[in-house]
């Protein structure tokens, strides 16, 4: 199995046990960021997007932690823009999707090595506090 197919197993089987639907799109085009819609409970990734601007897995995750985070008055919906991280529910879906690959990469006998994590899961460098926190806390 290459790394790509272990990575999409990995979205998959997440999406699985939260219930929520996934589509990765390949005909739209490269502009349109990926969505998470809550009426819909669906997530919509853009492979052509994240072709050209990186981070198509964590993305994926990004756009399943809205699902596995979602409250009461939240936004119906969620557009992917990897530098926004001043947002609660922002914030709330990077929160999740760290936590959740961070348990596979220990899992997996990952070394607790900030940006190793960080290029094995294609999280924006970005967040690298935020990853930070949540490693060592
Ligand atoms: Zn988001």
């Not at 198509?56 to 992917?80: I, K, M, N, P, Q």
């Not at 936590?99 to 990469?105: A, D, E, T, V, W």
Request: hydrophobic share 40%; no cysteine; net charge negative.
């Amino acid at each position: 199995m290459t790394k790509f197919e272990a990575l999409k197993d990995l979205v998959i089987d997440a999406y699985k046990e939260e219930h929520t639907k996934l589509v990765w799109a390949t005909t739209l085009s490269v502009d349109t960021p990926s969505i998470y819609s809550a009426d819909f409970n669906m997530a919509i990734i853009n492979v052509n997007y994240h072709k050209e601007k990186g981070y198509l897995f964590f993305a994926s995750f990004h756009e399943l932690g809205h699902s596995a985070t979602v409250h009461e008055g939240d936004h119906r919906l969620h557009t992917w823009n990897e530098y926004d991280v001043a947002n609660d529910s922002e914030r709330s879906a990077n929160t999740w999707a760290i936590k959740h690959l961070l348990k596979h990469h220990h899992d997996n006998d990952g070394r607790d090595l900030i940006y190793e994590f960080m290029d094995i899961y294609q999280i924006p460098y970005s967040l690298s506090d935020l990853v930070e926190t949540i490693m060592f806390e």
